[in-house]
């Protein structure tokens, strides 16, 4: 995503064999097995300016961007924008626990189009774990969102993440890579996410912003189609991850993103084609994918602004869904 274009999402599975985690803290939202992630825009860029809790009670995980990197290699913090309208970081962290209260998880995302957070060695790697783990104890934050749209090491990455997991176990992780991170299970995006895939709760890949990609059958689509959707979501779904850590990202609006926007009803189709085998365009998956996580999308901001159309269309098709 991008501070005006971007993306995440987030989840933990239900009827895979991944080992249970200890129950949530007190306030922290079980991720449904069917979920909705919106990232919410801790700055103006045009979009209405919200607080958290006029976010859309459909969002099921609030990924808070973004969180802003240190002078210390890897360290992460979070800065409320005075833009937002917040009077204290008091008054926003009651907002993180009145959505907690309703069911919600409430995530920081790192990265952005601008976001300059480097984690390439274990030095960082440790600096990025215990930042990410103060934070989720300073602001009750339900985990992190990964959004680093200028390189990864999926090495030290993974070893940060688990660093985190290892002080957090019912951590939220939710990743949202650009469509090129996610063409092979050799790219560093996606070993990262297998790296994890023990407490990873979802990929919502941005199918955005990216013009035309390779599907899994070998096939070119363009975005801004239901194929698209599908046949890229098929990549995930047959090298590794669980259906359950699949999401699909979108724009909220046209103005949201540089392209590959699409209407609800498109998202719908994608979710149905994969879930169910119905809906679906020249490309049909050879198999059903019901357990799949969801749909995120970039921004709930973008989203009231467009008069909160994913949330009330797309995400009452997830909360729908088997």
């Not at 008069?307 to 009330?312: D, L, V």
């Not at 269309?313 to 909360?319: D, I, L, N, P, S």
């Amino acid at each position: 995503m991008s501070a005006g274009v971007a993306a995440a999402g987030t989840a933990q599975a239900a009827q895979d064999t991944r080992p249970q985690h200890s129950a949530p803290a007190a306030g922290a939202a079980a991720v449904p097995k069917h979920a909705v992630t919106g990232y919410w825009q801790n700055f103006n860029n045009g979009a209405t300016v919200q607080k958290l809790k006029d976010v859309d009670d459909a969002y099921d995980i609030i990924a808070v961007a973004f969180a802003d990197a240190t002078g210390k290699p890897g360290e992460i913090a979070f800065n409320l924008d005075p833009a937002v309208g917040y009077g204290s970081a008091d008054d926003f962290k009651a907002d993180i626990k009145a959505k907690q209260a309703a069911g919600k998880s409430v995530v920081l995302s790192v990265g952005g189009e601008k976001g300059a957070v480097s984690v390439s060695d274990s030095a960082s790697a440790g600096n990025f774990a215990a930042s990410v783990n103060k934070l989720m104890d300073d602001y009750g934050f339900n985990g992190v969102d990964i959004d680093l749209e200028n390189g990864l090491n999926s090495t030290y990455m993974t070893q940060a993440l688990k660093a985190v997991h290892a002080a957090h176990s019912d951590v939220v992780v939710t990743m949202a890579p650009q469509t090129i991170d996610m063409q092979s299970p050799q790219n560093e995006y996606f070993k990262t996410a297998l790296g994890i895939k023990d407490f990873l709760t979802a990929v919502n890949m941005q199918y955005y912003n990216s013009g035309s990609m390779i599907g899994c059958d070998g096939n070119v689509y363009s975005q801004g189609t239901v194929d698209f959707l599908t046949g890229l979501a098929c990549i995930q779904l047959e090298n590794g991850l669980d259906a359950s850590q699949v999401g699909i990202g979108v724009p909220a609006s046209a103005s949201a993103a540089g392209g590959g926007y699409v209407a609800p009803s498109v998202v719908n189709d994608a979710l149905d084609c994969l879930t169910k085998g119905s809906g679906c365009g020249s490309f049909k998956p050879s198999k059903t994918y019901p357990g799949l996580r969801g749909a995120m999308t970039w921004s709930t901001n973008w989203d009231a602004s467009n008069g909160n159309a994913f949330a009330s269309q797309v995400g009452g098709h997830v909360h729908s869904l088997p």
